[in-house]
């Protein structure tokens, strides 16, 4: 829902953030000091930290994940915040890598521009 001025105008949308930004993003701390602590805070039992991949992603998960942003369509990258889950899986096993992470990226990257009332 778009957010309301205090006249309950609607606040108009800032222009979009693209995938690549995105990812830019995401990399800031990639194999980081500071990446490293974020991931050993998340990790569960199993020695496992999806939840902090947005944060500080590994050097495979980044290379998984720009793999799969290069092999988008103009049209995918447009339209990502209507991806179905099939279309999520489908590029994902074209490009190889793991779904779950992917889907994890593109979750975040749209809850991300609602939050900064951005076009995804």
């Known amino acids: 829902m778009p957010q309301k001025l205090p ?3 609607i606040m108009p949308k800032s222009p979009g953030l693209s995938l690549e930004q995105y ?8 194999n980081s000091t500071y990446g ?7 990790q ?20 998984e994940l720009e793999k799969a942003v ?8 447009q339209n990502a915040a209507t991806l179905t889950d099939d ?4 590029i994902a096993a074209d490009a190889r890598i793991d779904p779950a992470n ?9 809850l991300y521009c609602k939050q900064k009332n951005i076009d995804a």
């Open 70 to 77: 290069a092999i988008m369509t103009p049209s995918e990258k």
């Open 23 to 30: 990812l830019q993003k995401v990399a800031h701390f990639s």
């Open 7 to 9: 006249d309950n105008k």
């Open 44 to 63: 569960d039992i199993e020695g496992s930290s999806e939840l902090a991949m947005l944060v500080a992603p590994t050097a495979n998960e980044m290379r």
């Open 102 to 110: 992917f889907a994890i990226f593109m979750n975040g990257y749209i």
């Open 36 to 42: 490293k602590m974020i991931r050993d805070q998340f």
């Open 87 to 90: 279309q999520i899986l489908r």
